[in-house]
């Protein structure tokens, strides 16, 4: 009886204890209050003048963000009422220009809430960019889950550019500017840490985001465009006016740490489709019947891609196989593409005008850019049971030379909202109520 009363007792001291040592540990995980801290959004890195580096913070302010201080602020170098202060210095390291930051902005900088690093061209064309990397991601404060892009500009020029105008919290501005992807496809879905890995190992080349200034200018009106896909602009060559003057679009392609060259919003869309990332995206194209109209759609990829390598006697040879579906958003030419006859001639058009894409976006990475970013890489280390045996096939040889087949299945969902299209009713062209001779 004694024994049993002991044990409850024992128990019951467990319990009271257990409810008591949260009270004890319960606590903020920083020396530091939320209002002493200089949030960090975006950071800019370049080669500096007189110093190692240049670097740019873009630091959030909450009182702007909040609605307490619109009208705050000046240009560059100060508060821009839109929530956030830019400011550059120069450092001999990354952390050392975060100390001396906190010199003049009367907060500790913290990089726990920095979304993205803009590295200048320079950077990353001369190899000190996939050096940095490796480097800021030691520190406890970033996140692996920072995308990573690459100005045309210096990075300070387009932070100070970096003024929402929808938005008025510039952090989800460019959380949401970075997820573009998941409904264009016109810049790679690329994380630091995912950067970082594939600068570590053999037979992958990272890609990562272009961005660039907009020149805020249209070309004179003279009513004589001529038919361009919608990606076939890179950063900074978009016709537009108006809204935020900063364009993401495109990608730069590594080889070695380095870069090697860009791609453009089609090509960025087909390498993001043979990694198996591609969500969804819009594409016009002339109409397969009726050649001087243009339909558009809306694509989705169905499933992953099938990707298989096998090695003969000529080298590797790559079957890479793309399944999309899709949905008809309108075509001018009133093509009824319901009709099961020219739903197919659409379907098969459609997959050869993206097959057409991806063996130029494949002769590229090979002949010019001798880069596997399409990852087949990743799919070629079946080939070898050992990590000697892999390196033994020397894959960026194989790549270059590999014979790369590209099959496109295409299947329309829907044809839109209508029934049936119908032409304009014209009695005297002998067009009438009702009738679509298509």
Same mark, same amino acid.
């Given at each position: 009886?004694?024994?049993?009363?002991?044990?409850?007792?024992?128990?019951?001291?467990?319990?009271?204890?257990? @409810?008591?040592?949260?009270?004890?540990?319960? =606590?903020?995980?920083?020396?530091?209050? %939320?209002?002493?801290?200089?949030?960090?959004? #975006?950071?800019?890195?370049?080669?500096?003048?007189?110093?190692?580096?240049?670097?740019?913070?873009?630091?959030?302010?909450?009182?702007?963000?909040?609605? =307490?201080?619109?009208?705050?602020?000046?240009?560059?170098?100060?508060?821009?009422?839109?929530?956030? @202060?830019?400011?550059?210095?120069?450092? %001999?390291?990354?952390?050392?220009?975060?100390?001396?930051?906190?010199?003049?902005? =009367?907060?500790?900088?913290?990089?726990?809430?920095?979304?993205?690093?803009?590295?200048?061209?320079?950077?990353?064309?001369?190899?000190?960019?996939?050096?940095?990397?490796?480097?800021?991601?030691?520190?406890?404060?970033?996140?692996?889950?920072?995308?990573?892009?690459?100005?045309?500009?210096?990075?300070?020029?387009? #932070?100070?550019?970096?003024?929402?105008?929808?938005?008025? $919290?510039?952090?989800?501005?460019?959380?949401?500017?970075?997820?573009?992807?998941?409904?264009?496809?016109?810049?790679?879905?690329?994380?630091?840490?995912?950067?970082?890995?594939?600068?570590?190992?053999?037979?992958?080349?990272?890609?990562?985001?272009?961005?660039?200034?907009?020149?805020?200018? @249209?070309?004179?009106?003279?009513?004589?465009?001529?038919?361009?896909?919608?990606?076939?602009?890179?950063?900074?060559?978009?016709?537009?006016?108006?809204?935020?003057?900063?364009?993401?679009?495109?990608?730069?392609?590594?080889?070695?740490?380095?870069?090697?060259?860009?791609?453009?919003?089609?090509?960025?869309?087909?390498?993001?489709?043979?990694?198996?990332?591609?969500?969804?995206?819009?594409?016009?194209?002339?109409? %397969?019947?009726?050649?001087?109209?243009?339909?558009?759609?809306?694509?989705?990829?169905?499933?992953?891609?099938?990707?298989?390598?096998?090695?003969?006697?000529?080298?590797?040879?790559?079957?890479?196989?793309?399944?999309?579906?899709?949905?008809?958003?309108?075509?001018?030419?009133?093509?009824?593409? =319901?009709?099961?006859?020219?739903?197919?001639?659409?379907?098969?058009?459609?997959?050869?005008?993206?097959?057409?894409?991806?063996?130029?976006?494949?002769?590229?990475?090979?002949?010019?850019?001798?880069?596997?970013?399409?990852?087949?890489?990743?799919?070629?280390?079946? #080939?070898?049971?050992?990590?000697?045996?892999?390196?033994?096939? $020397?894959?960026?040889?194989?790549?270059?030379?590999?014979?790369?087949?590209?099959?496109?299945?295409?299947?329309?969902?829907?044809?839109?909202?209508?029934?049936?299209?119908?032409?304009?009713?014209?009695?005297?062209?002998?067009?009438?109520?009702?009738?679509?001779?298509?």
């Amino acid at each position: 009886m004694s024994a049993l009363l002991k044990g409850n007792r024992f128990l019951f001291l467990i319990v009271v204890l257990s @409810l008591l040592l949260p009270l004890f540990t319960a =606590g903020c995980g920083s020396n530091y209050e %939320p209002d002493e801290l200089a949030y960090v959004l #975006l950071l800019g890195i370049d080669h500096g003048a007189q110093n190692l580096l240049r670097v740019t913070y873009l630091i959030a302010i909450p009182k702007d963000i909040a609605g =307490g201080g619109q009208d705050a602020g000046g240009g560059g170098g100060g508060g821009n009422g839109k929530g956030s @202060l830019v400011t550059t210095i120069e450092a %001999p390291s990354i952390y050392a220009s975060m100390n001396m930051v906190n010199t003049y902005v =009367g907060r500790k900088i913290s990089l726990m809430h920095a979304k993205g690093l803009i590295f200048s061209e320079t950077m990353a064309k001369d190899g000190f960019m996939a050096k940095f990397i490796p480097a800021i991601t030691q520190f406890r404060e970033v996140r692996n889950t920072m995308f990573l892009a690459i100005s045309k500009e210096k990075p300070e020029e387009i #932070l100070e550019k970096m003024k929402p105008v929808i938005e008025p $919290n510039p952090a989800k501005y460019i959380e949401l500017l970075a997820s573009t992807q998941n409904f264009t496809g016109f810049i790679p879905n690329v994380q630091l840490q995912e950067f970082y890995n594939e600068l570590k190992v053999e037979g992958v080349d990272p890609a990562s985001i272009l961005v660039a200034a907009s020149d805020e200018k @249209l070309p004179p009106d003279k009513g004589e465009g001529q038919y361009h896909t919608e990606g076939s602009y890179v950063a900074g060559e978009l016709l537009k006016k108006g809204g935020v003057p900063i364009e993401a679009m495109g990608a730069a392609a590594f080889r070695e740490g380095r870069m090697v060259g860009k791609l453009n919003g089609d090509e960025t869309t087909i390498q993001v489709m043979l990694r198996g990332k591609f969500q969804r995206g819009i594409f016009s194209f002339r109409d %397969p019947i009726e050649k001087g109209n243009i339909i558009a759609m809306e694509v989705s990829q169905a499933k992953h891609p099938q990707i298989k390598i096998q090695l003969t006697g000529q080298g590797a040879v790559v079957d890479a196989k793309l399944n999309l579906e899709g949905n008809v958003l309108g075509n001018t030419s009133l093509i009824d593409y =319901g009709l099961p006859e020219n739903r197919a001639i659409l379907e098969k058009a459609f997959a050869q005008f993206i097959k057409k894409q991806a063996d130029a976006l494949v002769k590229r990475a090979q002949q010019e850019f001798n880069s596997d970013i399409l990852g087949f890489g990743i799919k070629a280390r079946r #080939l070898a049971l050992t990590q000697k045996e892999w390196q033994g096939l $020397n894959w960026d040889s194989l790549f270059e030379n590999a014979t790369v087949n590209i099959e496109v299945n295409y299947l329309i969902r829907r044809t839109g909202t209508l029934l049936r299209t119908m032409p304009v009713a014209n009695p005297a062209q002998g067009v009438h109520e009702g009738e679509n001779s298509q």
